[in-house]
């Protein structure tokens, strides 16, 4: 079964700093996906980034940048000038067919 | 917003009753699928409705069971309420026409029981 790893339970980064989110995931697939979820204090999940496994350039979208490294299954996310507003908690997701696997989650503060 | 809509927000019961949720998609998905969050964890699949059929299941027992109508908003039942099924019960919608099958949450519906 496919297993998705957060190591870090809580983060806490100055605002306008960079932080790093890790999540390292097993599978046996060579083709998938793989997701970075943010959930507000409000609770509705929203998808801050995703890789395909096929593509070996990391996703950028705006301040948010992933650390894919297929080898290893590890695939971390970076946040550049933090910014209060990305105070949430952060899922890394897997994708297997029609089902997501969701790790346990990282609480990122971000302080002033 | 995503435009996913579930109701209602909170609902208390107590175990051993039966409770259902509701979720509307997203307007041009026709997939759903369905999670429980405990408390300080991640979601956990449940099963997955496309063209309301039962697309998909985690490991949930048979008490936990769901509809997908015709305009593919879902239900989530659950019957024979435990302790343990206290939690957030988030919906997600999806179409099935993206390869990436990219989803999009609701606020979700926090059950308590007691």
């Known amino acids: 079964a496919q297993t998705v790893t957060q190591s870090q339970p809580e983060m806490s980064v100055q605002e306008a700093e960079t932080v790093t989110l890790s999540c390292t995931y097993d599978?046996?697939?060579?083709?998938?996906?793989l997701f970075w979820y943010k959930q507000p204090p409000s609770r509705q999940m929203i998808l801050v980034i995703r890789?395909?496994?096929?593509?070996?350039q990391n996703a950028t979208e705006n301040r948010f940048s992933v650390n894919f490294q297929k080898a290893a299954k590890s695939f971390s996310l970076k946040i550049s000038d933090s910014q209060l507003g990305d105070a949430a908690m952060y899922f890394c997701?897997?994708?297997?067919?029609?089902?997501?696997?969701f790790g346990t989650g990282t609480s990122l503060t971000v302080i002033p | 917003e995503t435009g996913v809509t579930q109701s209602p927000t909170h609902l208390i019961k107590t175990r051993g009753q039966q409770v259902t949720l509701r979720c509307s998609s997203q307007s041009g998905h026709n997939t759903v699928s369905w999670y429980q969050q405990a408390l300080g964890q991640g979601p956990q699949f449940i099963f997955q409705?496309?063209?309301?059929?039962?697309?998909g299941r985690g490991n949930f027992p048979p008490r936990f069971s769901g509809l997908q109508f015709p305009n593919y908003s879902s239900e989530l039942n659950v019957n024979a309420l435990e302790l343990d099924d206290s939690a957030l019960y988030l919906c997600?919608?999806?179409?099935?026409?993206?390869?990436?099958?990219?989803?999009?949450f609701g606020p979700g519906t926090r059950l308590t029981v007691t």
């Open positions: 997701a897997y994708r297997d067919g029609n089902q997501f696997y």
């Open positions: 409705y496309y063209r309301e059929e039962e697309n």
């Open positions: 890789q395909e496994a096929y593509k070996q």
């Open positions: 997600a919608s999806s179409t099935q026409t993206s390869d990436v099958l990219e989803q999009y």
């Open positions: 599978t046996s697939e060579s083709d998938y996906y």
